[in-house]
């Protein structure tokens, strides 16, 4: 697993951290050129059509390969990994490298007033249109995560001090109250109720109130937490959130939201949650894995089969888990990432696989990232359950 997980990172590093991703069509050079780029329909087929196609349309889309600063927190908190497990200072400095791209990566720091980080292309959904650079909560949350582990372990203030920073953002430019609910939204100035953005939002809250002795943070990210434990079905399930089309049960943001609830746990050293977390985890293990190991994406569904949903996996079974048995699933699970979706002579992950299809674009944040920081945790995790055998 070690030796697999170093060859993936070669090939990362072969193409200098940059990628394409299933969102960035809008990139696209030639689309940009025409006045169809204008229409919100026409930019949501677009980017449906680079993502959903099982051959890359990219280089015909024109559409350059980037470096997108989540992947880029992602990674630095693989390398981490690997360099708690070693000691080799070469993972130590290629983590400080992508840190200070990143920071040269913020939103504009006059309209936002703290560090906050946004996509590297523009975004459609169905709910918002979201333009190149603009902050959103997922990224912010995981970039900061990365460089205040960073800074720790290289005793780096600064990037301590821009990682905490960044919980200002979400506090005073994310914080929603609409209707009957209080939140954080995905972007600023969207409604848009989504339980595992809300979540991270409160998760990072809480961790950096209390790093901060701010009473207030702490405070408010603990009522926006209550308000998904209080929405948490009594199955211990989630939908994905409040708009009509958000309502679909699946894996991986399911493991987001019980991974939030225990770093909210954790840094206000509370057993609030301890119950909703319980039920969520019963409802995780019970419902998204097929016997032989395989991750499910939906409640109700297998397929897509993707990387992403191994992925998280790993982490919502040693984090908010941590069993012997919990364990032995994860051995599992990883085995059969293994056997499904790796290609040993790229060195790289597929991206999904349907019931008749296999799509093996390369995709480097939403695939390789997730692949190279999850199973640079689980060799930490294992190393370390296995010297305290010894």
């Not at 070469?90 to 980080?117: F, I, N, V």
């Not at 995560?145 to 005793?155: H, N, Q, S, T, Y």
């Not at 954080?184 to 409604?191: C, K, L, N, R």
């Amino acid at each position: 697993m070690i030796a697999l997980n170093s060859k993936l990172l070669a090939s990362i590093r072969a193409d200098q951290f940059a990628g394409y991703d299933p969102f960035d069509s809008l990139n696209s050079t030639l689309l940009r050129a025409t006045p169809l780029y204008r229409s919100e329909w026409v930019r949501l087929a677009w980017l449906q059509l680079g993502k959903r196609s099982p051959i890359n349309l990219r280089p015909l889309m024109r559409v350059p390969k980037k470096r997108n600063p989540k992947g880029v927190g992602l990674f630095i908190s693989g390398l981490l990994q690997d360099y708690l497990r070693t000691g080799a200072a070469e993972y130590l400095q290629q983590a400080h490298e992508l840190a200070e791209w990143l920071l040269t990566q913020r939103s504009d720091p006059e309209q936002w007033q703290h560090s906050c980080w946004g996509y590297h292309f523009d975004w459609q959904a169905r709910a918002f249109y979201v333009p190149a650079g603009k902050p959103n909560i997922i990224t912010t949350c995981y970039v900061a995560r990365a460089l205040f582990e960073l800074g720790i372990v290289a005793a780096d203030q600064h990037l301590i001090d821009v990682a905490l920073d960044a919980a200002r953002f979400i506090s005073n430019q994310l914080y929603t109250e609409a209707g009957s609910r209080c939140f954080y939204a995905y972007i600023p100035g969207e409604q848009a109720f989504v339980h595992n953005a809300s979540l991270w939002g409160a998760a990072w809250c809480a961790f950096a109130g209390k790093q901060l002795a701010d009473k207030e943070m702490v405070d408010q990210a603990l009522r926006v937490a209550r308000q998904s434990v209080e929405e948490q079905a009594t199955d211990g399930s989630w939908v994905y959130g409040a708009r009509h089309h958000h309502q679909f049960i699946d894996g991986f943001h399911t493991g987001y939201n019980l991974e939030a609830l225990c770093l909210i746990r954790d840094a206000t050293d509370s057993g609030e949650f301890d119950e909703s977390i319980r039920q969520g985890y019963a409802y995780y293990v019970n419902t998204f894995f097929t016997e032989d190991g395989t991750a499910r994406y939906y409640n109700n569904a297998v397929f897509p089969i993707d990387m992403h949903s191994f992925a998280q996996a790993v982490f919502t079974l040693l984090k908010v888990g941590g069993t012997t048995r919990d364990l032995q699933l994860c051995d599992k699970v990883v085995q059969r990432a293994l056997n499904l979706m790796y290609l040993p002579e790229k060195g790289q992950f597929v991206y999904q696989q349907t019931r008749w299809l296999t799509n093996r674009i390369n995709y480097t944040r939403w695939t390789q990232a997730w692949a190279y920081y999850s199973l640079a945790f689980y060799n930490r995790y294992r190393a370390e359950v296995n010297d305290a055998k010894d």
